[in-house]
T-cell receptor, first 114, second 108 residues
C-alpha cells in the first residue's frame, strides 16, 4: 500500500481566515513533504520533515506554518493568505529523505483564496 | 540553463501508437530517475523509478536512462486514451527536481 491521504480535497478561504490542511500516511515513512503546484507547472517544494523534525524550509512565507504531530501525520496551517496562494497543495512521503527513496504523493488539496 | 529540461508538448497521438517522452539534465550527480503521471487536478503518481544507466520495463512502460548523454526517456507501447495525462520526469539529489511536464493526449 503506497497511499498518502489528504483532507480536505477542496478548500475556499478568505484572506483573513485560518485553516489547516492535513496529510496522513501509514507506510512507516520517516520523511514527509509539502509541495505547492500552480496550473501547468511542476510541483514546488515547500517543506521537508525528517523524523518529525523540520529539515528543509524553502524560504516559504510565514503565513504557511507546517507541523508534524507524529510520524504519520503532517499538517499545514494557513493564515492571512493571498489570492496568489491559490494552488494545488500536495503532500508526499518517502522512507527516508535521502536520494534513492521514491516519493509518493497524495491527491492534493485544491485551495482557492478569495 | 534549467537543471532538467522537458518538452512541454502537448503531444497528441492515436490509440495504439508508441509514445516517447524525454528529459535532458545538466547535473551529472543525478543518479535516481523517476517518471510520474499526473491526471488533471490529481496528485502525481509514481510510474517508474530507475537507478543509473539502463532500461527498466513494467508492462507497457519502459524507462531508459543514458547517463553519458544526460538523457532519460519513457516509452509507452500500445498507448490508450487512459494514458492521457501530464508526464513529469524527476531526479533526486537532496530534493526532487522535476521537469516541466509533457502533456500527452491519446485519441481513439
Amino acid at each position: 500500500d503506497t497511499e498518502v491521504t489528504q483532507t480536505p480535497k477542496h478548500l475556499v478561504m478568505g484572506m483573513t481566515n485560518k485553516k489547516s490542511l492535513k496529510c496522513e500516511q501509514h507506510m512507516g515513512h520517516r520523511a514527509m513533504y509539502w509541495y505547492k503546484q500552480k496550473a501547468k507547472k511542476p510541483p514546488e517544494l515547500m517543506f521537508v520533515y525528517s523524523y518529525e523534525k523540520l529539515s528543509i524550509n524553502e524560504s516559504v512565507p510565514s503565513r504557511f506554518s507546517p507541523e508534524c504531530p507524529n510520524s504519520s501525520l503532517l499538517n499545514l496551517h494557513l493564515h492571512a493568505l493571498q489570492p496568489e496562494d491559490s494552488a494545488l497543495y500536495l503532500c508526499a512521503s518517502s522512507q527516508e529523505n535521502t536520494p534513492g527513496y521514491e516519493q509518493y504523493f497524495g491527491p492534493g488539496t485544491r485551495l482557492t483564496v478569495t | 540553463q534549467k537543471e532538467v529540461e522537458q518538452d512541454p508538448g502537448p503531444l497528441s497521438v492515436p490509440e495504439g501508437a508508441i509514445v516517447s517522452l524525454n528529459c535532458t539534465y545538466s547535473n551529472s550527480a543525478f543518479q535516481y530517475f523517476m517518471w510520474y503521471r499526473q491526471y488533471s487536478r490529481k496528485g502525481p503518481e509514481l510510474l517508474m523509478y530507475t537507478y543509473s544507466s539502463g532500461n527498466k520495463e513494467d508492462g507497457r512502460f519502459t524507462a531508459q536512462v543514458d547517463k553519458s548523454s544526460k538523457y532519460i526517456s519513457l516509452f509507452i507501447r500500445d498507448s490508450q486514451p487512459s494514458d492521457s495525462a501530464t508526464y513529469l520526469c524527476a531526479m533526486n539529489t537532496d530534493k526532487l527536481i522535476f521537469g516541466t511536464g509533457t502533456r500527452l493526449q491519446v485519441f481513439p
